[in-house]
C-alpha cells in the first residue's frame, strides 16, 4: 500500500504510525478532484473512530516527566485554541446543515459527530493529561479559556456571528458562502491545519505524547473530508453564481485584517518552529486551497496574504 | 454610579475613547488596535435585552464623541444586545474576548463582516467600559 493509502485505512492503532506528512498530502490529494457528498459520507463510514479507545497514560508521563514547562505552556497555548474551536464548530455547524442538498445535509451529520468526539477528545487531553480542573465539559473549557489566543478569537467569535446572520435565513447563498469561507478555508483549511503541523511534528519528532498524536493525527484525517466538502461546496457555489466569488473576497479581506493581532507570545520556537516557519507554513495551507480549487483572488487580497503575520507565535 | 443611567454613559464614553490599560500585553497588539481606531466612525449601541435600553456610543474619526442611554438604537450602525447576566459577568470580570466568542452579546443588526474588521478594539473597548465601577 502506498502512504496515503495507508492513511485512508488505517484503524486507530495504525494512526499511530503515521507520518503527519502524509496525512496532510492525503487532505490536498483530493482537492483538484473534490469527491461529491456522498463520497465524503461513505468515507466517514469507514473512517470513524472511537475516541474512548484513546490511551493517555504515556502522556500523562510525558507531560510531566519529559516535557520542560516552556514546552508545556506552548503546547498549551496553541492546542487550547482547538480545545475550544472544536466545541464552538460542533455547536455552530447545525445551522449551515439546514441548507444545501440533501446529500449535503446527510454528510454535515457526519461532520457534526466529528466535531462533537473531537471536542471529547481535547476535553480528555486537558482533563487527564494537562491536569485542568473541573467535572464537566464546560468547567473544563471554562479552565482552558485563558490560553486561548486572538488567533482564535477573532476567527471563531467571527463564525458564531455569521452563524447567526445565516439562522435568518440557512437558505441565503451569500451568507452560506461567507460563512463557509470562514468555517472551511481559514478555520478548517489554514488554522487547523497549521496547529496539527506544529503540534503532531513536535510530537513524532520527540517521541511525546502517542495518544495526543493518535487522536489529533485521526482528527486531521477527519479535516480531509471537512475541508475537502467546503473546498466542493465554495467551488460548486461559484460556478453556479460567479457573483458569490465577491462574498468568499469579502470574507478573506475581514479575516486578513484581524490577523496579527496577538495580544501575547508564544514560544513556539520550544516546539521547533520559528515565527517565519508558521508565517510561510499559514500562507502555504491557503494558497494550496486557493490554487487548487480554482478561487482567483484580486492584488489586494494577494498583498494582504503576503502580509500574514505568524500570529500563532504571537505576532 | 448606576449601570446605565445617563452619569454611566458618559463614564462608559470617557473610558472607552481613553482605552484600557495597555500593561500585560504586547505593543503590537495596541498598534493594531490604534490601526483600526484611526478614523474610526460609526455608531455603536449596546443593549439590555431584558429592559431593552441601550448605550449609543458614537464614534468620529477616531474619537468617542457622545453617549446616550436610549430605548431605540434604529440609528445605529451596529446593535448589539446581551442578557442582564451577560452584563454582571463583564462587570465582575469576565473576559469580553469569550463574551464575543461564545456570541452573548449579539448582533442584531449592522454588517457582521464590517463589525469585525475592527473586533480587537471592540473588545478592548467593552473591556474598559465594563471596569466601570458600578452601585
Known sequence: MTELTDVAESDLRGIRDLDIDDVLAYVHRDLKRLPDYTELYKRYLRQRWDVYELDFSQDVADWRERMTQEERDAFVGISAGFHHGERQVEVELPVFMLGGSEESKIYMSSQIEDEARHTVFFDRFYREVVGMPGDSVQEVLDASFEHVSETFVGPFGLLAYQADELRKDPEDPAARVRYGTTYFLWIEGVLALSVMKITLTYCRERGFLPGYYTGFTATCRDEARHVQFGMRFLRDSVQEDPRLLLQIHETLRTILAINGAASRRLALESLGWTPEEVRRLMIRQLHMKLTDVGIAIPPDIREMVSRIEPELAGG | ?135
Open chain 2, 1 to 135: 454610579m448606576r449601570f446605565f443611567t445617563p452619569e454611566w454613559a458618559e463614564a462608559a464614553r470617557a473610558a472607552v475613547d481613553a482605552g484600557p490599560e495597555r500593561a500585560g500585553k504586547l505593543p503590537t497588539y495596541w498598534n493594531w488596535i490604534d490601526r483600526a481606531r484611526t478614523g474610526y466612525t460609526a455608531t455603536w449601541a449596546l443593549g439590555v435585552r431584558e429592559t431593552g435600553e441601550y448605550l449609543v456610543l458614537r464614534w468620529k474619526d477616531g474619537k468617542c464623541a457622545e453617549a446616550e442611554i436610549t430605548s431605540d438604537p434604529s440609528a445605529a450602525d451596529y446593535v448589539l444586545a446581551a442578557g442582564a447576566d451577560t452584563w454582571r459577568e463583564l462587570r465582575e470580570g469576565a473576559d469580553p474576548g469569550r463574551v464575543v466568542m461564545y456570541r452573548q452579546l449579539r448582533l442584531e443588526r449592522g454588517d457582521v463582516l464590517a463589525f469585525f474588521r475592527v473586533i480587537y478594539f471592540f473588545v478592548e473597548s467593552l473591556a474598559a467600559l465594563s471596569r466601570l465601577r458600578t452601585d
